[in-house]
C-alpha cells in the first residue's frame, strides 16, 4: 500500500557530502516512522537514522554529528543530509517507513515497508 522511491546516491570521495531522498506514495492514512538503514557488503543491515511523525530522530552513534534526518509530512518525504563521509560509509541505504492504511476491510497499523535500496560509495 506504501511505495518508497530512493533517490541521492552515488560515489563522493572521502569528506564528501551525499543527500538521500525517499519518497513515499500510495494508499495510507498516516507515516509513522520513517528511517535510513544500510547494508555493506558481508554485513547485517543496520539502522542509520529514523524520525518520528513528531520530527523526533535518532542516529547510530557513527554519524552522529555528520548525518542529518528530516522529513517532510506534506509531501511525504524524507531525507538524509550525508556530510564528512568517510569509505566506512558505503553501503546500499534503504528508506524503511511504517504507515497506517487499510485494505478492503482490514486495518494496518504501523506496516513496515522498504525502498529498493540506493548505493553510496565513498572512495577516492
Known amino acids: 500500500q506504501v511505495q518508497l522511491v530512493e533517490s541521492g546516491g552515488g560515489l563522493v570521495q572521502p569528506g564528501g557530502s551525499l543527500r538521500l531522498s525517499c519518497a513515499a506514495s500510495?494508499?495510507?492514512?498516516?507515516?509513522?516512522?520513517m528511517a535510513w538503514y544500510r547494508q555493506a557488503p558481508g554485513k547485517q543491515r543496520e539502522l542509520v537514522a529514523a524520525?518520528?511523525?513528531?520530527?523526533?530522530?535518532n542516529y547510530t552513534n557513527s554519524v552522529k554529528g555528520r548525518f542529518t534526518i528530516s522529513r517532510d509530512n506534506v509531501k511525504n518525504v524524507v531525507y538524509l543530509q550525508m556530510n564528512s563521509l568517510e569509505p566506512e560509509d558505503s553501503a546500499v541505504y534503504y528508506c524503511y517507513a511504517e504507515a497506517n492504511y487499510y485494505s478492503g476491510m482490514a486495518y494496518f497499523e504501523r506496516a513496515a515497508h522498504w525502498g529498493q535500496g540506493t548505493q553510496v560509495t565513498v572512495s577516492s
Open positions: 524520525v518520528t511523525a513528531a520530527r523526533q530522530t
Open positions: 500510495g494508499r495510507f492514512i498516516r507515516i509513522n516512522v
